[in-house]
């Protein structure tokens, strides 16, 4: 990963245009993104943040973006793709009732994926609340 990750830095440093948005694509400010339902003491079920096929060229996940809203309870976030394989998970503990966080990084490196790749988030938490996911995405590597 690390390896093709350093291959791709050094493209774009030699003059390849890399592409970056927001998916799903949002309007708004702040933009709540993929509408994520927690569970109440337990996972919810899985919503897309990129449909297959919405994406039809490999692409890189840099990083996510969270918008919550409700009481302020810790939230556990997974995120996967359709093999299912968890490509990042991470946990937020609000101390206010809403939280907009601007930028999460998906990891060490950005995560490849190949196009047309199903991209997921699931949340938990203590009380069923909505998650707001929005993942950004760079694309022309």
Same mark, same amino acid.
């Given at each position: 990963?690390?390896?093709?990750?350093?291959?791709?830095?050094?493209e774009?440093?030699?003059?390849?245009t890399?592409r970056?948005?927001?998916?799903?694509?949002?309007?708004?400010v702040?933009?709540? *993104?993929?509408?994520v339902?927690?569970?109440?003491?337990?996972?919810a *079920?899985? &919503?897309?943040?990129?449909?297959?096929a919405?994406i039809?060229?490999?692409?890189?996940?840099?990083?996510?973006?969270l918008?919550?809203?409700?009481?302020?309870?810790?939230?556990e976030?997974?995120?996967?793709?359709?093999?299912p &394989?968890t490509?990042?998970?991470?946990?937020?503990d609000?101390?206010?009732?809403?939280?907009?966080?601007?930028?999460?990084?998906?990891?060490?490196?950005?995560?490849?994926m190949?196009?047309?790749s199903?991209?997921?988030?699931?949340?938990? *938490?203590?009380?069923?609340?909505?998650l707001?996911v929005t993942?950004?995405?760079?694309?022309?590597?």
């Amino acid at each position: 990963m690390a390896d093709k990750f350093t291959r791709k830095a050094v493209e774009i440093l030699k003059g390849a245009t890399a592409r970056y948005s927001i998916r799903p694509a949002t309007t708004g400010v702040p933009a709540v *993104g993929a509408v994520v339902t927690t569970g109440a003491g337990a996972w919810a *079920g899985y &919503t897309d943040i990129i449909a297959a096929a919405a994406i039809t060229e490999d692409f890189w996940i840099c990083g996510f973006m969270l918008n919550t809203a409700g009481a302020a309870q810790i939230f556990e976030v997974q995120v996967r793709d359709a093999t299912p &394989t968890t490509l990042s998970e991470f946990r937020i503990d609000p101390t206010a009732v809403t939280v907009n966080i601007g930028y999460i990084p998906a990891g060490p490196y950005p995560i490849f994926m190949a196009a047309n790749s199903q991209v997921q988030a699931r949340g938990g *938490g203590a009380a069923a609340k909505v998650l707001g996911v929005t993942a950004l995405v760079a694309t022309g590597l």
